[in-house]
T-cell receptor, first 113, second 117 residues
Framework: QQQVKQSPQSLIVQKGGISIINCAYE??????FPWYQQFPGKGPALLIA?????SEKKEGRFTISFNKSAKQFSLHIMDSQPGDSATYFC????????????FGQGTTLQVKP | GAVVSQHPSRVICKSGTSVKIECRSL??????MFWYRQFPKKSLMLMAT?????????EQGVEKDKFLINHASLTLSTLTVTSAHPEDSSFYIC?????????????FGPGTRLTVL
């Protein structure tokens, strides 16, 4: 019940295309859903996050779509660029749980020029 | 803002020695810090949750006597890998939690690559 399932494991997109990464969770107590971007040999960087009281959040080229009833959320990267090539992790946490993040398995994105 | 540093960025040590890794929140106070371990091409595995002034809470399967955590101040937590062995070689990452309204945003350090020979 604590798991967050992320798909796909890897993704190849052409420059200018849309990258879509999906996550699903079971625990209805989760109330904060961040996405992290990680480059090789570096720590994850917070990209964008959402709470379940909204269905969508957009920051620049990055959009989170949230479906509370389906317990799913996804990251959309519009106009994907080669510099977006990285590993993306979704995560979830419950405010009541000391902020402990439960991470998805990660998606390696490659954007081809 | 919200910068977390780690030191050292990479360390190579001999089997049986101890290694200390520092994690600092540079521009905010973090009541809670977390320590993760990451294997190549894998997700982050939470090792322990560290609160300032109290004992760390370790995840199941993580040996607290092997991975000593000290959270001495609101900006500093340390992880000491005691009597390191080659199987402890990994990428260790810390994070610090900053309260921002309703959200407890978590910011990660750049990681420490530990190689035990």
């Amino acid at each position: 019940q604590q798991q967050v399932k992320q798909s796909p494991q890897s993704l190849i997109v052409q420059k200018g295309g849309i990258s879509i990464i999906n996550c699903a969770y079971e625990n209805t107590a989760f109330d904060y859903f961040p996405w992290y971007q990680q480059f090789p040999g570096k720590g994850p960087a917070l990209l964008i996050a959402i709470r379940p009281d909204v269905s969508e959040k957009k920051e620049g080229r990055f959009t989170i779509s949230f479906n509370k009833s389906a317990k799913q959320f996804s990251l959309h990267i519009m106009d994907s660029q080669p510099g977006d090539s990285a590993t993306y992790f979704c995560a979830a946490t419950a405010s009541s749980n000391t902020g402990k993040l439960i991470f998805g398995q990660g998606t390696t994105l490659q954007v081809k020029p | 803002g919200a910068v977390v540093s780690q030191h050292p960025s990479r360390v190579i040590c001999k089997s049986g020695t101890s290694v200390k890794i520092e994690c600092r929140s540079l521009d905010f106070q973090a009541t809670t810090m977390f320590w993760y371990r990451q294997f190549p091409k894998k997700s982050l595995m939470l090792m322990a949750t560290s609160n300032e002034g109290s004992k760390a809470t370790y995840e199941q399967g993580v040996e607290k006597d092997k991975f000593l955590i000290n959270h001495a101040s609101l900006t500093l937590s340390t992880l000491t890998v005691t009597s390191a062995h080659p199987e402890d070689s990994s990428f260790y990452i810390c994070s610090a939690s900053r309260s921002s309204g309703r959200d407890n945003e978590q910011f990660f350090g750049p990681g420490t690559r530990l190689t035990v020979l």
